[in-house]
């Protein structure tokens, strides 16, 4: 079994940084990972994604240039570093494992989630 935990979130201004983590354990914790929001009355959505050896990654369009995701697999251990951050940028942050593909930003198409991180901005 796979068991993900998330760490990092707080409360940050509009305009600053912050740095999320996700730790990794278990059987078949190998794989592609990504990190997903959800904002209060909204859908989940897709943040960034970044393959099992960590030299490929993708972003969602409204994310590129101020988020950064890698991983340290050393440490089974994946990041999201959060520059500019807007009061948009507020919801809880999940990360996910995908364990035989790489590219999706769909949400079903991931097989274990951790319980999420709260990140909020305020203005």
């Known amino acids: 079994q796979v068991q993900l935990v998330e760490s990092g979130g707080g409360l940050v201004q509009a305009g600053g940084s912050l740095r999320i983590s996700c730790i990794a354990s278990?059987?078949?914790?190998?794989?592609?990972m990504a990190w997903f929001r959800q904002a209060p009355g909204k859908e989940r959505e897709f943040v960034a994604g970044i393959n099992l050896s960590g030299r490929s990654t993708y972003y969602a369009d409204s994310m590129k240039g101020r988020f950064t995701i890698s991983r340290d697999n050393a440490k089974n251990t994946v990041y999201l570093q959060m520059n500019s951050l807007q009061s948009e940028d507020t919801a809880v942050y999940y990360c996910a494992l995908r364990r035989w593909a790489y590219g999706s930003t769909k949400a079903a198409d991931y097989d274990d989630w951790g319980q999420g991180t709260q990140v909020t901005v305020s203005s």
């Open positions: 278990g059987r078949s914790s190998a794989g592609s």
